[in-house]
């Protein structure tokens, strides 16, 4: 007896999607979408993202979902495009308690969205076709769910631009086709899925429902190669987590390649692993199609007693009972059970019951084809009443000819006028939204003329401050410098020319302090202008400015990667600066006893690092403080057109990561 079951698809955003994403991320989600509605966002978007917030919640909590849904029509106010997707959402809510109710919500967004002519548009009506096609599949009405994705779903995807979606209703299409087992027809769409897949970049989730659904419908093919090698592929993107609700459908489908080809103890293995997990996930429609498909192995290996036990407890599930087709599945499997017991007054009852049961369904199916050709009928005699009634118009219409002239004129006339005033109203209406745009963009322009202007204000004083930086370090150096140096060798000379025990007098103490002066006087005037970035580069000056800041408090590390010496003179003098000035605040404010620097370089853009272990300080606080410090590195990176990221907390160091282009 060849096996096949049929698959509820769940209602929502994604029927297949949805139905395998991982809790982790459905959680994110969630958290993302009530952290926007702790925002100032507008009504419009708060709306939506209630509707967002009711659909993710709808299987985790429906009394949630529910709320959330009603939080978002409050504020949907006179805007049209809303309330058409509010009855999307409405229907996927009410498809959990009401399938009536649901089908009627579908088709009332039908309408509502058929004036809009965008691409989300197109997908909302795609989504609600799909779901009301689900409907139709609760219903025990697949021909209604074909025509659904067929007719209308798979249009409207295509109109959306959304493949990945497309795909979904190719599969589900499939699904319907498999269900009725016309394998080959389900195959058509399943390969136009494994298609779009080859061109698109789908869930990981969805690729794994397309491989075990079609390696399915190979075995029912009897096509075995190529379902062990959609099973394969399979469980290359499923990996070793065990605990993933999409190895359900996997040992499903394993269990019934496995029972086809008839290895049966691989089958009973591979199913108990998708009992336990459904067991342990409390999926108990999983549970129940895993265990139907062990009731058929359990047949295959003539094990009656067994099969008996799995048949009696699926016949007490309810859920399991709910789809006429999977009932007649039961009471035929409880039949042939009894049948290789030997208990043929027990095969036959259950028997009779799948005999009464096919000839219910079958008497559904004829009464809906009846009804059809009712429908067909009525429209036939609709048109013959209308013929007859058109040749007795015909008659009339000669008698009130003029008058009817008469009134086309009028009305033709209040027509233009009608064409008219709507034509400057929408002429009055476009005008002043292109005046408002046209505002939006001069502002737009405005500000980004300020931004120019200050960037260009603050690269004149940073050139100024650089130049005044080099002048006074050259007069310092040159002037002040060679005075004092004059003053210490005179006074040297002085001393030289006494007795032994003058060194030793308050002149010699002068030209100690005198020395310390001039080495001092040295070091500003290589602050203010750095003359070993000028005559051996900015390696070398880095180096020999991490060598002047070190001292016994403070360790500073520093790592040069690819430094290249072919920038301009100003952009290193600006990479100079920045580094100066970090190493300044480390030093001044920072406590820290260790400095990791780096400085790297990779073609146009050079990075750099900057992690002390100091006391840190509010980064807020900073911010708002009168300090120059951080102001000066910002103006600098700017400047570069860079990037700067500062990191820092109290007593928890502070991490700056610097990005410019050089």
Not at 99 to 106: H, I
Not at 270 to 290: C, N, P, T
Not at 447 to 472: D, H, P, Y
Not at 555 to 580: C, G, H, P, W
Request: aromatic share 8%; hydrophobic share 40%.
């Amino acid at each position: 007896m060849t096996r096949f079951f049929y698959s509820l698809i769940i209602l929502g955003i994604l029927a297949t999607g949805i139905k395998a994403q991982q809790p982790a991320k459905r959680i994110s989600l969630v958290d993302s979408l009530k952290g926007m509605l702790q925002q100032k966002i507008s009504d419009s978007l708060r709306a939506r993202t209630n509707f967002s917030l009711s659909e993710q919640l709808l299987y985790a909590d429906s009394l949630q979902s529910t709320i959330y849904l009603e939080q978002g029509r409050r504020l949907i106010k006179k805007n049209e495009y809303l309330q058409a997707i509010y009855h999307y959402y409405a229907a996927t809510v009410q498809s959990l308690s009401d399938l009536d109710k649901s089908e009627a919500s579908f088709k009332k967004a039908h309408v509502l969205l058929l004036p809009f002519k965008t691409k989300e548009a197109y997908l909302f009506l795609t989504k609600s076709w799909h779901n009301y096609g689900v409907v139709q599949q609760l219903k025990d009405n697949y021909r209604g769910m074909a025509d659904a994705l067929l007719n209308k779903a798979i249009p409207y995807a295509r109109k959306s631009g959304d493949t990945a979606f497309l795909g979904i209703n190719y599969m589900d299409l499939a699904l319907v086709f498999k269900n009725n087992k016309q394998f080959d027809k389900a195959q058509i769409y399943i390969d136009s899925t494994l298609q779009i897949l080859e061109k698109v970049k789908a869930k990981k989730s969805f690729r794994i429902v397309a491989y075990h659904t079609a390696a399915e419908n190979y075995v029912f093919l009897k096509k075995y190669p190529q379902a062990k090698r959609m099973l394969d592929s399979a469980g290359v993107l499923l990996g070793p987590n065990p605990d993933y609700p999409l190895y359900l459908d996997y040992y499903f489908a394993e269990g019934l390649y496995f029972d086809d080809t008839k290895q049966y103890d691989k089958a009973i293995i591979s199913l108990d692993k998708g009992i336990a997990l459904a067991l342990k996930l409390q999926k108990r429609y999983e549970e129940q199609r895993l265990m139907m498909q062990k009731l058929h192995v359990l047949q295959s290996q003539k094990k009656y007693d067994k099969a008996l036990v799995v048949a009696s407890y699926l016949l007490k599930q309810k859920d399991m009972l709910f789809l006429s087709e999977d009932r007649l599945l039961v009471y035929g499997d409880l039949a042939e059970t009894y049948a290789g017991m030997g208990n043929m007054a027990q095969a036959y009852k259950w028997m009779k019951r799948v005999g009464k049961l096919s000839d219910s369904i079958s008497e559904s199916k004829i009464k809906k084809d009846v009804h059809e050709l009712e429908i067909q009928y009525k429209k036939a005699e609709d048109l013959r009443e209308i013929g007859s009634l058109k040749a007795t118009n015909e008659k009339a219409a000669l008698s009130v000819k003029n008058n009817r002239l008469i009134a086309w004129l009028l009305g033709s006339i209040a027509i233009f006028l009608l064409v008219i005033t709507f034509f400057g109203l929408l002429y009055f209406r476009n005008n002043k939204k292109l005046t408002k745009q046209k505002e939006i963009n001069y502002r737009q322009q405005l500000k980004e003329l300020e931004q120019e202007q200050q960037l260009t204000i603050s690269n004149a004083m940073l050139e100024g401050e650089e130049r005044e930086r080099q002048r006074v370090g050259r007069d310092l150096h040159d002037g002040l410098g060679g005075t004092l140096a004059g003053i210490k060798i005179n006074l040297s000379d002085v001393v030289a020319n006494t007795s032994s025990t003058g060194k030793d007098t308050e002149l010699g103490k002068i030209i100690a302090q005198l020395d310390n002066s001039v080495n001092d006087l040295r070091s500003i005037a290589r602050n203010l202008m750095p003359e070993t970035l000028l005559k051996f580069g900015l390696e070398t000056a880095l180096k020999d400015l991490c060598e002047t800041f070190n001292n016994s408090g403070l360790k500073i590390t520093l790592q040069l990667f690819d430094i290249q010496e072919s920038m301009e003179v100003a952009v290193k003098i600006n990479i100079y600066r920045i580094i100066q000035e970090i190493l300044s605040n480390t030093v001044r404010h920072s406590g820290a006893s260790q400095l990791l620097l780096q400085c790297s370089q990779n073609e146009g853009v050079f990075l750099i690092t900057a992690e002390d272990n100091g006391r840190g300080f509010d980064a807020l606080a900073a911010g708002n403080a009168k300090g120059i410090g951080l102001s000066n590195i910002r103006n600098r990176v700017a400047l570069l057109h860079g990037k700067m990221d500062l990191n820092t907390a109290i007593n928890e160091g502070t991490s700056i990561n610097i990005e410019l282009k050089v």
